[in-house]
């Protein structure tokens, strides 16, 4: 399986991130959940949260009031939604497919940078 | 939520050498949950364990997982130019699924 973000590379303080995670080689439809991942400039991994297709969600208890994971079955891809963001979201931005409880394929992630 | 710490924070080794990356966990941790990660230079991680000891798909053999409880060891018997990277590890827990280890450095010595 293979994945890839995208979304806009800069996000104004206080407004909101959005990115999207196209998946290749794989349907989003089979049973595994899917991931967020960040990681901020020079330090260390971060998990956001996961979305399986039926639209099941778990997310980080520190992120869960600005976050919101959606799936897109139809279009085999899954996105994020960040809000209010500030300079201390700025990170590179995975998308996981998940295995048995650890992470197994990474996309090439996608840096975003608030202003 | 249980916090992961790696230990060294850097390593510093030759290639050929054997190194050893320690994860020690607040509190027990099934071995089942815990996973290890190598990050290059500009990539991805990449899972190179899971499960304490399983080998992800393509991994060489000269890495290998062990530990139980609070104790994990990430071991590459001889290292390569190619392995000198960042290493994370990971558990698996309830209310915050994963949570990562702060990494440790291997570099060249």
């Known amino acids: 399986v293979q994945l890839q973000e995208s979304g806009p590379g800069l996000v104004k303080s206080s407004e909101t991130l959005s990115l999207t995670c196209a998946v290749s080689g794989g349907s989003i439809s089979s049973d595994k959940w899917w991931s967020w991942v960040r990681q901020p400039p020079g330090k260390g991994l971060e998990w956001i949260g996961e979305i399986h297709h039926s639209g099941r969600t778990n997310y980080n208890p520190s992120l869960k009031s600005r976050v919101t994971i959606s799936v897109d079955k139809s279009n085999n891809h899954f996105s994020l939604k960040l809000n209010s963001v500030t300079a201390a979201d700025t990170a590179v931005y995975y998308c996981?497919?998940?295995?048995?409880?650890?992470?197994?394929?990474w996309g090439q992630g996608t840096l975003v940078t608030v202003s | 939520e249980i916090v992961l710490t790696q230990s060294p924070g850097t390593l510093s080794l030759s290639p050929g050498e054997r190194a050893t990356l320690s994860c020690r966990a607040s509190?027990?941790?099934?071995?089942?949950?815990l996973a290890w990660y190598q990050q290059r230079p500009g990539q991805a991680p990449r899972l190179l364990i899971s499960?304490?000891?399983s080998r992800a798909t393509g991994i060489p053999d000269r890495f290998s997982g062990s530990g139980s409880g609070t104790d994990f060891t990430l071991t590459i018997s001889r290292l390569e130019p190619e392995d000198f990277a960042v290493y994370y590890c990971q558990q698996y827990g309830s209310s915050l699924l994963y949570t990562f280890g702060q990494g440790t450095k291997l570099e060249i010595k």
């Open positions: 509190q027990s941790v099934s071995s089942n949950y």
């Open positions: 996981v497919s998940n295995g048995a409880w650890c992470l197994d394929y």
């Open positions: 499960g304490a000891s």
